[in-house]
């Protein structure tokens, strides 16, 4: 569904993304992965629109949408999150989502009514008519969210809307995310918090340096030496290899 | 729309509206339709400034188009008033959206937006005091002629009905707007432009479309002016008074709120009307308050006037709220 | 076409009003670079030191060059306490709020210049305004002379406070990274207002040395301002140099343009390139840093 192959994305002499290609199948939950600085984001951000690569191509449903600017790629089915939630302050929690509805619906009694629905899906019913500044960060995370799903997109991109909440946070939002796509959303995330990534994830891609080092199973990719490496450095793989045989 | 947000705009329109029928003096109604007219000025740059958060410095471009293209249309070519003022609200929105595009395209935000749309009046103001078809530094003096098709009433009575009526279209108008698919995503580009475009609202779209109403609602403001006063030159069309005064309204009432422009116009003009009485002789002691109120709204009450009575009722629900509360807790 | 001996005379009086420009300019830019602010009350401002030199020299006999440092010190305390007391706490740090304050109190200062003044314009009255100095064909204003001279002078004078003294350090220090400035254990609303206080007491200066060959009324300043933002955002924002080549370039264009298109449209070729540059420049011309 999603496909994006060989890109570059440079910012004056530094490399924040270099060739990287990843696949993401309809109907799929595929993670990406990988150290801090890695380019995750920034990948993120060529795909939704809103940075153009220095090379490479993004394309979406068998076309190139490599020029479209960011909001007529989420006409056409594309929505993201931010990881650094960004709420519109002056608006409610329900105009904040509605905001999300407007795309598909001109009427604003239509555009209210879905967003009050997306509202109550992922858990903020009780919240809509609070001021979007008075939520918690795990409230934000949910919004920000929530804002993405009323654009009833085909793809969604999470970049870590897992961060920052505890893990009962985490338990409650991890069925939600499942249920989305349960419901034909493909979803594309970013995420920190591998117990979540090996629970939701079929597919799962590793980012290092601006460059994919691995790509399968949850189960394979942690196995996976480089991965290890790229995490905890250099030698890391062999040491710990070392220290469970000899625990064993 | 509710009732409950309507009701406050109908009264405040019932006690204008009457104000003719009780008050026959010159100067107060003089007064009403000179602050009508700033605040229809002044909703135009509500529009933009206030729920678009893109606030103008430069609204004298608008306001003088509509006054000039108006003035040129009914002197030289003998057209209709109304009809002036339709084809003057045209082009001031063109203006408004020309403004727009060139600053918004070329990425002007804050402090730069404001610049460029000053520096945008000036120049309107300096080709106005040139060119020969604007009558240049003598300016333009329309015809004294009453009559409905003139747009020219023999009572000030009149005109305050029909300057009120514009005022209230335009009240509803930023009414529908705060409900609409419009307004949502001009709130968003306002508070977040990267945000609103991830949910695929077209930024420059959206603040092009506030620029073009925003400018036309201050152009008919302008045609308004001509008809009242009969004359303009650049300095009053084009001058930076109108620019001050269209931002100022706002920010005093309330930015970006239906009520806003309406409520502050009033306050200042009555505040600076209170100032002139008790020192008649100071020339300047008006804008002078202003100045000072501005500094305070900024400093004290971001949300203008209406933001302040909002707190304090809430205040006062509250400590009602905490009485009731008590005097159960007592029995 | 004008002779060849008007127009290199209207390119040297250009010259000479545009180190003048960059004098007020650099208040501005310095300003901008440091706070990051548009000060609206500039013009304002300026217009409150020319009447200061007014009173001084007409009430007084003070004379405006033995002034200059006299009134540099005030407005120096002027502008600390300015941004300290109003400016800072007021905007509570938003841009949009400060160029309203800012417009707050250049309405404030105008229309009290208004109400004590009254509207009637001033000007000194010396017999020095007049001299004049031959160099071949051309006419100098030696009055105009010293004020070029003398903007040169401060300029450079900034520059070196900039780049060489600790205040100037701390100064470029907040302008780069406020919060690591502020960690290192510089107090930056200090430095906010000290950085203010000597974009006011450039004005101060430049009051000084525009009054012989100038007028004053209590809505002078606006001509100025934006003639000022214009230098500011030619030559790049927050840059010295810049703000000098900007004025100079500024004041050949005004000269010129007030010689082929006359008195009135003069003034709409500043306003073009303010616009133009803004639009596809906003770096500035000269500002390659910016």
Redesign the interface.
């Known amino acids: 569904m999603l496909s994006v192959e060989d890109i570059t994305m440079r910012f004056g002499g530094l490399v924040a993304v270099g060739g990287a290609s990843l696949t993401v199948p309809k109907g799929a939950i595929v993670g990406l992965i990988g150290p801090n600085g890695a380019g995750k984001t920034t990948l993120f951000g060529v795909i939704a629109g809103f940075l153009k690569p220095t090379s490479g191509r993004v394309s979406f449903e068998g076309c190139d949408i490599t020029a479209l600017p960011a909001h007529v790629r989420a006409q056409e089915g594309i929505a993201r999150t931010f990881q650094i939630v960004q709420p519109f302050a002056g608006l409610n929690v329900r105009e904040n989502i509605a905001v999300g509805a407007f795309l598909r619906h001109r009427n604003s009694a239509d555009a209210h009514a879905l967003a009050d629905a997306v509202g109550h899906r992922v858990g903020l019913g009780a919240d809509l008519d609070k001021p979007a500044s008075s939520l918690t960060v795990a409230g934000r995370k949910r919004l920000e969210l929530a804002r993405a799903l009323a654009t009833e997109p085909k793809i969604l991109l999470l970049d870590e809307v897992l961060a920052g909440l505890n893990p009962s946070e985490i338990r409650d939002i991890v069925p939600v995310i499942r249920s989305i796509r349960d419901e034909g959303v493909t979803i594309l995330m970013i995420e920190h918090v591998m117990q979540a990534v090996m629970n939701l994830c079929e597919q799962v891609y590793v980012l290092a340096q601006g460059r994919m080092i691995a790509q399968g199973t949850p189960q394979d990719v942690c196995e996976d030496p480089h991965v290890v490496e790229a995490y905890l450095g250099r030698g890391a793989a062999e040491r710990l290899r070392t220290v469970g045989a000899n625990h064993a | 729309m509710t009732l409950r947000a309507t009701l406050p705009i109908l009264i405040i329109l019932a006690v204008l509206a009457a104000i003719p029928l009780l008050a026959t003096s010159n100067s107060v109604l003089n007064f009403i339709v000179f602050v009508l007219i700033i605040t229809l000025a002044a909703q135009g740059w509500n529009v933009l400034g206030g729920v678009g958060g893109q606030s103008s410095f430069g609204h004298a471009a608008f306001f003088g188009t509509g006054a000039y293209v108006s003035a040129i249309l009914q002197s030289r070519f003998g057209i209709n008033a109304w009809a002036a003022m339709a084809i003057a609200m045209g082009v001031g929105a063109i203006v408004g959206w020309v403004i727009g595009f060139l600053s918004f395209r070329a990425g002007l935000r804050g402090s730069y937006f404001a610049l460029v749309t000053l520096a945008f009046a000036e120049v309107l103001r300096i080709l106005a005091n040139a060119a020969g078809f604007t009558g240049g530094a003598a300016g333009l003096l329309l015809k004294l002629n009453v009559g409905f098709a003139n747009m020219q009433f023999s009572s000030r009575g009149a005109f305050l009905w029909l300057a009120l009526s514009l005022v209230a279209l335009t009240l509803f108008l930023s009414q529908w707007i705060a409900s609409s698919r419009f307004g949502a995503q001009l709130v968003a580009v306002r508070e977040n432009e990267e945000a609103a475009r991830a949910l695929g609202v077209d930024v420059l779209a959206v603040k092009l479309r506030a620029i073009t109403v925003s400018a036309a609602i201050t152009a008919a403001a302008g045609c308004l002016y001509l008809q009242y006063f009969l004359y303009i030159d650049a300095n009053i069309a084009y001058g930076l008074w109108i620019s001050v005064e269209a931002l100022l309204a706002p920010m005093v009432g309330g930015k970006g709120l239906v009520l806003g422009p309406i409520i502050g116009a009033f306050t200042l003009h009555g505040l600076g009307e209170a100032a002139k009485t008790f020192a008649a002789s100071v020339p300047g002691i008006d804008l002078a308050i202003y100045g000072i109120i501005l500094v305070v709204v900024v400093a004290f009450a971001p949300e203008g006037v209406l933001g302040v009575l909002k707190k304090t009722q809430l205040w006062r629900k509250r400590k009602a709220h905490a009485a009731t509360k008590l005097s159960e807790e007592a029995a | 076409m004008y002779s060849l001996d008007i127009t290199l005379e209207a390119v040297l009086n250009g010259l000479l009003t545009g180190a003048v420009y960059a004098l007020i300019a650099l208040g501005l830019t310095l300003v901008y670079g440091v706070l990051h602010?548009?000060n609206f009350a500039h013009g304002a401002l300026l217009t409150t030191a020319m009447f200061a030199v007014w009173v001084a020299y007409t009430f007084l006999g003070i004379d405006n060059y033995v002034l200059i440092p006299f009134l540099a010190v005030i407005f120096y305390a002027l502008g600390y306490a300015l941004q300290r007391f109003?400016i800072g706490?007021?905007?509570?740090g938003d841009?949009?709020?400060?160029?309203?304050?800012t417009?707050?109190?250049?309405?404030?200062?105008?229309?009290?210049l208004?109400?004590i003044f009254?509207?009637d314009t001033r000007s000194l009255t010396s017999d020095f305004s007049f001299e004049v100095l031959e160099v071949g064909p051309l006419l100098i204003s030696k009055p105009r002379l010293i004020g070029f001279a003398a903007a040169l002078v401060v300029t450079l004078l900034l520059w070196l406070v900039l780049a060489r003294t600790d205040t100037g350090k701390a100064i470029r220090a907040v302008a780069k990274e406020k919060l690591g400035a502020s960690l290192v254990g510089i107090d930056v609303r200090h430095i906010y207002a000290v950085t203010f206080g000597i974009g006011c007491a450039t004005l101060a200066v430049a009051a000084c040395l525009l009054m012989p060959t100038f007028y004053v009324n209590?809505r002078v300043g606006?001509a100025f301002v934006?003639v000022a933002?214009t230098v500011v955002?030619l030559g790049g924002m927050g840059s010295i140099p810049g703000a000098l080549a900007g004025g100079l370039f500024i004041g050949v264009v005004e000269s010129l343009s007030g010689l082929y298109l006359?008195e009135?449209?003069g003034?709409?070729g500043i306003?073009?390139i303010?616009?133009l540059v803004?639009?596809?420049r906003?770096t500035g011309l000269f500002g390659a840093r910016a």
């Open positions: 602010i548009i109003v706490p007021a905007s509570h841009d949009g709020n400060i160029l309203l304050v417009l707050g109190i250049s309405i404030v200062l105008e229309n009290a208004l109400a009254r509207s209590p606006g934006l933002f955002v006359g009135s449209l003034q709409i306003f073009l303010f616009i803004l639009l596809f906003p």
